[in-house]
């Protein structure tokens, strides 16, 4: 099992695993009986090039089910409903007007893109880009910036953490999934995922990180 790093997927807690992915996939071993051996990995070895050299069954951490990755990886059947959302400072008033805050972005990320989009049709938007999503909580917590992208899930996060507030409306939704790099697993994860979807199992594990979901 390699586990792509990421807070509230599949992080260190001193010198232990801690996450979403980390208390689920255990919890799949448990159902299928399985020893589940972890390896971190991080996110840029989400590459064809790189999964199938590792000698991996399945890669995990909060990974969106785009249409481009699902053309090249094969996933688990969906167990995590994200997406992209707005995270704003709690004393700031935000009605959703994105000319009347600063946004940090993450270089290269979709955040980055769409505000750029906003700029071409002609919104004045002011933005700051950064190397990491760290360096993005920090600058809301000194209040450089008002408001940043997250992945919905770490969204909740970071407000449960933090109390930064969440814009209602994502600027959209999407399913987070599993690779699978041994198909020989593939009926049998998915028979396990399903039962701890529908037994509130996942649901659990979520809510114990973000708090609500």
Known sequence: ???LLGEPYAFWVSNKLSGIEFDLWRAIGD?????VEFYVLPFAALDNAILPKLGLDVVAGGI????ERKKTFKFTQPYITSGLAIVVRSEIKWDGNVEKITFGVKKGATGEKIVQ???KSGKKVKY???VSNEEIVTNL???KI???FFDYINALYLSNKY???VHKDLIYTISVGAVILNNSLEKRLNEAIAKLVTNGTVRRIVVSYVGSY
Do not use: P, V
């Open 163 to 165: 109390g930064f507030y």
């Open 64 to 67: 969106h089910m785009t249409e």
């Open 31 to 35: 159902e299928l009986g399985l020893q």
């Open 141 to 143: 917590l000194i209040k």
């Open 146 to 148: 008002d408001g940043a």
């Open 117 to 119: 989009e906003w700029i």
């Open 1 to 3: 099992m390699g586990l």
């Open 128 to 130: 700051t880009s950064f």
